[in-house]
């Protein structure tokens, strides 16, 4: 475990702490995972209330807000469920492009799932769902935030190689989405978040 956070085996949880983490990956993060493939879950705890952390989440139109390796998008349509959108990624990545399509954005239940459809990169059939639920933290509002993902392993490449790329950059979008929601709630800017980001 390092930090506030780890990778998680849901069969290797203990109830001791970990019972909502649990009901949450079994209720959301639930991928069909075929042979030649690999799946990880990871979780956030994040020192922000939730509804300013999901603000940043939901933005299928904007991930560059929190995700340090994304140096612009574009989205084609209106930020419904088929919405694709076009991501350049900066050097510095094994990638330069990807295309990915909104599949869900649930703002009563705080789910996003985004599934990769091209793009210059090696990430093949990369499907990923971000949850974000209030917990307390210090006894002050706090977040918990799981994210999954389902990915082929490429030729060349074992499960491990493979979960291990991925998990490191989802752990460094975590890490900048905590930044980010902390020293938004820090200065206390909850009310108009998408005003100043937009």
Same mark, same amino acid.
């Given at each position: 475990?390092?930090?506030? #956070? ?6 290797a ?5 970990? &019972? ?8 959301y +993060?639930q ?22 952390? #999901?603000?940043?989440?939901r933005r ?38 990807s ?6 954005? *649930? ?13 210059? +990169? ?17 006894e ?11 990915? *082929? ?31 938004l ?9 998408? &005003?100043?980001?937009?």
């Open positions: 475990m390092i930090g506030d #956070w780890r990778s998680v085996d849901i069969f949880m203990t109830a001791n702490g970990c &019972r909502m983490e649990s009901e949450y990956i079994y209720r +993060h991928h069909e995972i075929r042979e030649n493939q690999c799946s990880s879950t990871l979780v956030k705890h994040i020192k922000a209330p939730a509804h300013l952390v #999901w603000s940043l989440v299928f139109d904007q991930p560059q807000k929190y995700k340090p390796f994304i140096s612009r998008c574009v989205v084609q349509g209106d930020l419904e469920i088929g919405s694709l959108r076009e991501v350049n990624v900066k050097t510095g990545l094994p990638a330069t492009t295309t990915e399509r909104l599949e869900l954005l *649930d703002d009563n239940e705080h789910v996003l799932s985004v599934r990769i459809v091209g793009g210059d +990169h090696r990430l093949k059939n990369y499907s990923s769902v971000i949850t974000v639920h209030p917990e307390v933290i210090d002050r509002p706090g977040t918990m935030v799981i994210e999954s993902f389902v990915v *082929d392993v490429p030729d060349g490449n074992t499960r491990d190689e493979t979960c291990y790329f991925v998990e490191a950059l989802i752990k460094c979008n975590l890490k900048s989405l905590a930044d980010v929601s902390e020293r709630a820090v200065q206390d800017r909850t009310e108009p978040i998408d &005003r100043m980001l937009g």
